[in-house]
DNA sequence: TCAGGCCCTGAATCGTGTC
DNA sequence: CGACACGATTCAGGGCCTG
């Protein structure tokens, strides 16, 4: 399967296959402006202090191997400034490059690819489906990673294939958000003890549609944090030649082994069933925030018996009960549950209104603008 | 409305009013830490091309083009420090700022959000649900907006209010990613002339979400780039105070109006669903002195697999532990640590409760009877 | 064979008040 | 200021076992 690509007379491309060492020395070794696109996940520096738990006591795996640590943010920047660097010597001119990183890091990736001369055509949200939530309850879920897609150069002739991505999501124009699930199951890669192969293996959806939508078949992706090789997998199955730079040994060795078994499609094959969606959940909450009722607010039941005030963060304060409405229509009526939605009513034009109403224009607008 | 506060008998705060003027010099003439939550949306529109000239009044030649890009970001990124300075010397210790933006500026944002001592929090993303397309099919749909969440120091006590924000979502953590409209039909602003006001008005869901989430009623918010003041109208209708900074006359006039028409939510409304953590502290000890429990009875935990008595002062016994409910719990499971509380349960009538049951009614008894 | 329950896990910058 | 003790805190999904 290793091809060898003669460019420009002078030296070889070492198509299909994984060279070790450290990513910036072996890049330098290649012959520049030789590949299409590059798919780079760096470390993210996440900077991790104490040990988390979960509530059930059981202990976070977290990722505090030595690859990710950094003395500052200045070295990080240095680091960066040196890959991306090195980088973009080996893309051709209509070349482009996608980088993944979370708040830790990115911010300084996507400096830093500007200073260096790329030109980024668009930010892509991965939101994952299945996040790991945040136990302590001190900020948000972290519920999404970054990645950062950029040309060469500015006005640059970078491959961006519209129509494919417009057919992977159900003939709407794809958007600048992904939603998908993080990598587990069969997929994710295990070593000889059963633990995870890798900390952090990216899901193979999304280098499916990062692929799919900016390479063609035959194009050369390079990848410089190789780890497990899902770039090379997917980049494989797709009929792309990659090439994988990775410095840890053990790394190599998993990924050698995954892409000896990886079989490129045929066509029948990349028709991945598009998931039906449930109907969306809609939060009593989003009624509010949207002003389609407004904090104060007062409601009524559907028999006219109760009623009860809005707040400001969506929940009810009735007469001897707070909470949300399905809890306070379930307080009035002394029964065991009850669904707010049929439940309670706000008044237009002087008329009780069942507030479900509100919920089904909030879901009419998301059928029209699905995803 | 407007209200001055004395601050260290030094110099006064001009809430609620709209400042004129160029946002750095404004901030620098305001008390230092005197606001709670900065929000701040600022401009992006770099005029890469063109009329560009370098510091020194030279014209940017056509043939370096490296060198123009570089000196607009470094303007833009000089424009950036300075503003996130004045900013940060106005916040409380516990303070905290929201930037928002695109991928155009948002990466130099947060990496001068980072090297300015800010501590980033989070990065949220406003997911649009009704995004422009991109119309010449050469990019993804552009359809998210990044916001930073950033703490003024690390370790600063900010404000996160967990329970609101889990309400608003009908009963789940909130996540990064926010899905909410952008800002269209009645709420958009219009000038004389039925144009739109100003081209970036954010919608008022979006600072609903953030001000409940990182304020309380009382505390001083401020945007430093007012704009049509959507941060002052939810702030007012929130019991927040703002402070507005806008150089622009026009949009100055827009907000003003806006925000005489804007009513404050009445207070029931402004009440958000409270943390566990604010509420009193009761200890275990006064079970027993109330008779609530008995010294020598026999608690067992949750899950049925061990037991432990109750001792006069208020300690357990267990088999191989004595000390606090939480400490014995702890020890029973093996784990760092155990809410003893919801870990216990007594016996009544044959039937297991949990502690936590009379904890509850002591607390209940307070709020009627404060002291 | 299927449904239901239990267990495990995921790029995480994840306390606070009192003495 | 540090040390210590209290006690708050999770969502989705996959694997595996049992009935």
Redesign the pocket.
Known sequence: MTKMTQIGGASALPLNTILAGDCIEVMNGLPEASADLIFA??????????????????Q????DDAW?RFDSFAAYDRFTRDWLAAARRLLKPGGAIWVIG???NIFRVGAALQDAGFWILNDVVWRK???????????F??AH?TMIWASRDEGGKYTFNYEALKALNEGIQMRSDWVL??????E?LKDDQGD?AH???KPESLLHRVLVGSTNPGDVVLDPFFGTGTTGAVAKMLGRDYIGIEREEAYRAVAEKRLKNVRKFDKAALEVSASKRAEPRVPFGQLVERGMLRPGEELYSMNGRHKAKVRADGTLIGSDAKGSIHQVGAACEGAPSCNGWTYWCYKKDGKRVPIDILRQQIRAEMAERPN
């Open positions: 996940d760096p470390p993210y520096n996440l900077q991790l202090k104490g040990e988390l738990h979960r509530p059930d006591n059981s976070v795996d977290a990722v990710d979370s708040y830790h489906s299945n996040p790991m939530p945040n136990f302590r309850g001190k900020r879920t972290n990673e699930p993080i990598c587990t199951g069969h994710r995870k900390p952090t293996q």
